[in-house]
């Protein structure tokens, strides 16, 4: 088994998130023979349409079901709640011949369900084990840093766009996940959409605050226009800017060759 890494991506609302772990999941898909889960760690869940995913139910639909169980009396106390659970997310994993995808969703009810929600965490431990790759596409909001979703996370990627708060929001997060003891190995920010004229001055700014630039990716009106179809990344053509930018950016990081990806992790 080679070295199991966790991506996350995230950044303010609106940046481009979603669209740079859908194109960077192709790129792993097509350009390297690694296995790889593809989570939607966002309740609004966006990632399944850009991917073309069809999900049966969300894991938050799972164990919204299982805490109403719990509180209806109708499951036994003697069930194994944990095997129950784990078989519910696993059956509403979908495979695909590239990757495998797993919405997280939104649990309802009110209260708390450390119970659950304790299991939850270690079932997609345990799920997240089982590939090579583990590209989690987060929500704007900053909770989950609290909620230590990431908590596993090797390679923390910001996304950015022009804007002083896109900027503003990666320091924070950068200085969020240090607070809450993300353990990243790496931290990585991506620009997206920004205009020329600006690009001198965001790679400055990041600089000065000690944040690396790994690269930019280009306005792309196929990118914009397939979203907009509700169609998925896959068929952009090969030649696509926004892709051929995410693939360099890849390249660089040296995602795309065994050696140099240990090399990125100081192993
Ligand atoms: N490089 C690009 N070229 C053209 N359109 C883009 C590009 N990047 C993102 N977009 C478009 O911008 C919109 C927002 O992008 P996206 O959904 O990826 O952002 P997000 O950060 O995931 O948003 P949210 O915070 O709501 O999850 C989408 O319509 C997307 O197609
Ligand atoms: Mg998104």
Do not use: W
């Not at 620009?191 to 690396?212: K, M």
Request: glycine letters at 8%; proline letters at 3%; a negative charge.
């Amino acid at each position: 088994m080679r070295e199991r890494l966790v991506f996350s991506v995230s950044g303010k609302g609106g940046v481009g998130k979603t669209t740079t772990s859908a194109l960077l999941s192709r790129v792993f898909a097509e350009k390297t023979a690694r296995s790889m889960l593809l989570v939607d760690a966002d309740p609004v869940m966006n990632l399944p349409r850009v991917m073309g995913v069809e999900i049966p139910a969300s894991v938050g639909d799972i164990a919204t079901q299982m805490r109403k169980s719990i509180d209806d009396g109708t499951l036994p106390a003697s069930a194994a709640k944990q095997d129950i659970l784990e078989g519910d997310i696993f059956e509403s994993l979908v495979e695909g011949d590239r990757y495998d995808f797993l919405a997280m969703g939104r649990t309802e009810g009110e209260g708390c369900y450390c119970y659950v929600n304790r299991l939850l965490t270690q079932i997609l431990d345990r799920l997240s084990s089982n590939y090579e790759i583990t590209l989690l596409d987060m929500s704007a909001g900053l909770e989950h840093f609290s909620r230590r979703t990431n908590r596993n996370v090797d390679i923390l990627i910001i996304v950015i766009d022009s804007s002083r708060a896109a900027f503003e929001a990666a320091l924070r997060i950068r200085d969020l996940a240090k607070e809450v003891h993300i353990d990243f190995k790496k931290l990585v920010v991506i620009g997206n959409r920004i205009p020329d004229n600006l690009v001198d001055a965001v790679s400055q700014g990041l600089e000065e605050n000690g944040l690396y630039l790994a690269g930019m990716i280009p306005n792309d009106d196929e990118v914009a226009k397939l979203n907009y179809l509700g169609k998925p990344v896959f068929e952009l053509p090969d030649d696509s800017p926004a892709l051929k930018a995410v693939e360099a950016i890849a390249e660089n990081l040296g995602l795309l060759s065994e050696a140099t990806m240990l090399k990125l992790l100081g192993q």
